[in-house]
């Protein structure tokens, strides 16, 4: 689904020409580099999607396995559309759920309602809204029990509920995508989307990674093999156990897979920014510093993610700088090696410097930063230049005939762990 993104917004920046040789037609995205059919789409089913290559001409279909994405004509529109992909490609995710659920709400097409209702979904489960996710989920699963989405829009609605520590009610929605899989000669891709729900639901409340719940998490994933042809599903499955993994500090099983998923990102901004954090910080928490600060920089010199996730990547990005610098400094020390103690100290004023402007400003991330920066000891340049400011006032003071200024009180001793430049 987050192909459309890309989709939608090139196709609004090319020539007017380009959209007028498809004219009012709905566009079909296939796999495998196949054409792609330009038409009228008449209805998305499980199975098949029926259009009409004229208003005229009688139904032709195509199987649902080989539709990557459907561009309906009026996407490229200025609209809620438009306007919350826009939204959501620059990481203001829940700005984007409420144009998406206002779309569906006052949608006259079938394809505004389902769609926005899938977008919305998506969205608050990137904003971490998962109760809400799992509602937009579910509605389109109940309103459309026949849509080309509605197995997706299942499988995410059990794994918002499983993140929303609602395992019960996740384990329900697996459930009825088995029962679906039974009524429907055992049907592979719903049983797969019911696997990972519920090993979602027992890997949230599982308490360390050798926990019984999580061993049976294990034991459930490893039967969860999605289609190659579903990639948008299967990535998006990766993503969240990957995320699980971290948040339950395995740092080596995480890394791995965020780095599996690094070749699969392609344009997507959303998804590089979530695979790009992850995957720094679990380098990081490995032991891996240097391969994470590069993860965690590329998010201060790329175009993608939320003001959120780029004030983490930039938190725990000077963390690592100055742990980096005070090695390098340390190692030169030894080494008697001038050149790396001077990049070393320069590496240190820059993660001060990029600590402080985190602090200055207005993310949940502030307040982490400058916990940091209270640990780190004064910075000798800067100490050095007020105190040539005062003795100058001072010296200016006596030429005058006047009294000393009063003096600033010196800094209180640092204690010897925060003088050694050890971050928490």
Not at 201 to 217: H, I, L, Q, R
Not at 229 to 245: D, P, Q, R
Not at 344 to 352: F, G, I, L, T
Request: hydrophobic share 40%.
């Amino acid at each position: 689904m987050n192909r459309c993104i890309v989709l939608c917004l090139a196709l609004a920046l090319a020539a007017p020409a380009a959209a007028a040789s498809r004219g009012d037609k709905d566009l079909i995205l296939l796999g495998g580099g196949r054409t792609p059919i330009e038409g009228y789409v008449q209805r998305e089913t499980v199975e098949k999607v029926y259009y009409k290559t004229w208003p005229t001409t009688p139904d032709q279909d195509v199987r649902t396995g080989e539709v990557v994405e459907i561009f309906y004509y009026g996407m490229d529109h200025e609209g809620p559309w438009k306007a919350g992909l826009k939204d959501k490609a620059g990481g203001q995710y829940a700005v984007a759920a409420t144009r998406f659920q206002s779309l569906s709400d006052g949608g006259t097409k079938e394809w505004e309602k389902t769609y926005g209702l899938y977008q919305a979904g998506e969205c608050w489960e990137l904003a971490g809204e998962f109760t809400k996710a799992a509602t937009c989920f579910g509605s389109l699963a109940s309103a459309y029990p026949e849509h080309r989405l509605v197995l997706d829009a299942q499988y995410r609605q059990g794994v918002c509920l499983a993140r929303a520590k609602k395992p019960d009610e996740a384990r329900a929605v697996a459930k009825g995508l088995i029962d679906w899989s039974e009524k429907n000669q055992k049907e592979k891709r719903s049983r797969m989307r019911a696997f990972a729900i519920e090993a979602a639901s027992y890997a949230e409340v599982a308490s360390k990674g050798d926990s019984p719940e999580m061993t049976k998490a294990y034991e459930i994933q490893r039967k969860t093999a999605f289609s190659p042809s579903e990639k948008a599903i299967g990535f998006h499955w990766s993503l969240y156990w990957a995320g699980m993994l971290r948040n339950k500090s395995l740092w080596d099983e995480a890394a791995q897979s965020y780095q599996r998923m690094l070749g699969q990102v392609g344009d997507d901004t959303v998804l590089a920014a979530k695979v790009s954090i992850g995957y720094g910080v679990c380098l990081a928490r490995a032991g891996n510093k240097e391969r994470a600060l590069y993860e965690l920089l590329k998010m201060d010199c790329l175009p993608y993610g939320s003001p959120e996730e780029r004030a983490e990547a930039q938190f725990h990005a000077g963390k690592l700088m100055w742990e980096t610098a005070q090695d390098a400094i340390k190692s030169s020390a030894i080494d008697k090696d001038e050149k790396r103690l001077e990049y070393a100290k320069a590496k240190e004023k820059q993660a001060r410097e990029m600590l402080r402007g985190l602090k200055a400003g207005v993310t949940t991330w502030a307040s982490k930063a400058g916990e940091v920066l209270d640990t780190l000891p004064p910075d000798p340049e800067e100490e050095a230049a007020r105190k040539a400011a005062e003795e100058k006032a001072t010296q200016e003071a006596v030429e005058k005939g006047g009294a000393a200024p009063a003096t600033a009180p010196a800094p209180a001793a640092v204690p010897p762990a925060k003088a050694a430049g050890k971050v928490p």
